[in-house]
């Protein structure tokens, strides 16, 4: 199992560099955006009062003071959990899919390990990959936003959050997961998973439109860890211990089903 551990994460570590580029790149062009713009920041806070609260809810902007450290280090989270959560679902159906679509499941799945070994190892490499994704997203938006803000005071909101989006990206990797043990092929898995991560966001905005976030919040992982309510009153113990429910349930199941299932090509 730990041969398979170390293989996975030497062959997904390309793909994890490149979002993690993704991620350094809208870093560091915010900590641009937010120098430059500094001393209009009031101006545009008091302009995007004007706009339409549709507006404000898909740019991050619903609640949410821009011409504040905090208000913009809330701003600039919403754009990074794009990244984070598509990764997420993309990287739960890359664990196993992959292997039926580059023709590689004959070889690896016919060697002497029994198969559950071979999928919680594949697992566990993927959510090794996720953590280092959430920590480069809390280091380089430490050193990109907070800094330049110059408000070290939220550094503890900072962590906090970033916990928040790690606990997010799992419910999302085995909402991937799960979705491709179900799928009979990879483009159909990353289709359906890449729609339901969309969909969970258009819930989102939808109860954020209509203020019922606090009553049907937990029909969407992505809204379990808003960084508005965590700034507020920190990490809800409801949704930690309802993601991780969901992350236990959706792996075993999604682990189990694969163990069935014919990956071997005929």
């Known amino acids: 199992m730990k041969t398979i551990y170390f293989k996975e994460l030497k062959l997904?570590?390309?793909l994890l560099m490149i979002w993690l580029v993704l991620v350094v790149m809208l870093t560091g062009f915010a900590a641009i955006e937010f120098v430059v713009l500094k001393e209009a920041m009031g101006e545009i806070a008091k302009l995007a009062e004007g706009f339409p609260k549709i507006i404000l809810i898909l740019f991050g902007l619903n609640g949410i003071r821009i011409d504040t450290?905090?208000?913009a280090y809330q701003c600039m989270v919403f754009w990074t959990d794009l990244l984070a959560f598509f990764y997420a679902g993309f990287t739960g159906v890359f664990a196993v899919s992959r292997e039926v679509m580059f023709g590689t499941s004959e070889f690896l799945f016919t060697k002497?390990?029994?198969?559950?070994?071979?999928i919680w190892a594949k697992i566990g490499a993927a959510v090794t990959n996720l953590g280092v994704f959430s920590i480069t997203v809390g280091i380089m938006s430490?050193?990109?936003?907070i800094l330049p803000l110059g408000d070290t005071s939220?550094?503890?909101i900072h962590i906090i959050t970033t916990a928040g989006i790690f606990l997010t990206q799992l419910v999302l990797f085995t909402t991937g997961l799960f979705i491709s043990s179900l799928s009979k092929n990879y483009k159909t898995a990353s289709l359906f998973t890449m729609l339901t991560v969309a969909l969970f966001y258009m819930?989102?905005?939808?109860?954020d439109y209509t203020g019922n976030g606090n009553l049907l919040n937990m029909l969407t992982p992505v809204g379990y860890f808003?960084?508005?309510s965590i700034s507020e009153k920190g990490l809800d113990p409801f949704y930690i211990l309802l993601s991780m429910g969901i992350i236990l349930a959706g792996c075993s199941l999604?682990?189990?089903?694969?163990?069935k299932r014919d990956l071997i090509p005929k």
């Open 69 to 71: 450290p905090l208000g």
């Open 203 to 207: 819930i989102r905005f939808a109860l």
């Open 254 to 259: 999604a682990a189990g089903f694969y163990e």
């Open 154 to 156: 939220i550094t503890g």
């Open 12 to 14: 997904t570590r390309k």
């Open 142 to 145: 430490y050193l990109f936003i």
């Open 226 to 228: 808003n960084v508005v």
């Open 112 to 118: 002497p390990y029994k198969r559950s070994a071979i």
